[in-house]
Nanobody
Framework: VQLQASGGGLVQAGESLTLSCTAS????????LAWYRQAPGNLRELVAG???????NYKDSVKGRFTITRDNAKNTVNLQMNNLQPEDTAVYYC??????????????WGQGTQVTVSS
């Protein structure tokens, strides 16, 4: 599975960005699509995830500001980020959980896109 992410950039606090990611090359099911982030000196953390059925979960600090959506037909996932804050600054990674639906799951990672929020 190849994950191609885009949409990062430099914004000021309070502004918005949308990250997009497309998963391609899978013959199986992409069950979960998610966004993680990693700031310098920190561990990679889950920001938001969405299942094939549309269930979502969010990191507490982004609830109400970020919205994750997916297009199952296109295997794309978007992360709409509003009211960005300096603490959101990180490299954001797209993640896909691929499964055969019976016996295995595999995780795949995109290349990362930088989001920088200035105060």
């Amino acid at each position: 599975v190849q994950l191609q992410a885009s949409g990062g950039g430099l914004v000021q606090a309070g502004e918005s960005l949308t990250l997009s990611c497309t998963a391609s090359g899978s013959r199986f099911t992409i069950n979960v699509l998610a966004w993680y982030r990693q700031a310098p000196g920190n561990l990679r953390e889950l920001v938001a995830g969405i299942t094939l059925g549309g269930s979502t979960n969010y990191k507490d600090s982004v609830k109400g500001r970020f919205t994750i959506t997916r297009d199952n037909a296109k295997n794309t996932v978007n992360l709409q980020m509003n009211n960005l804050q300096p603490e959101d600054t990180a490299v954001y990674y797209c993640n896909a959980e691929e499964t055969d639906g019976a016996s295995w799951t595999r995780e795949h990672w995109g290349q990362g896109t930088q989001v920088t929020v200035s105060s």
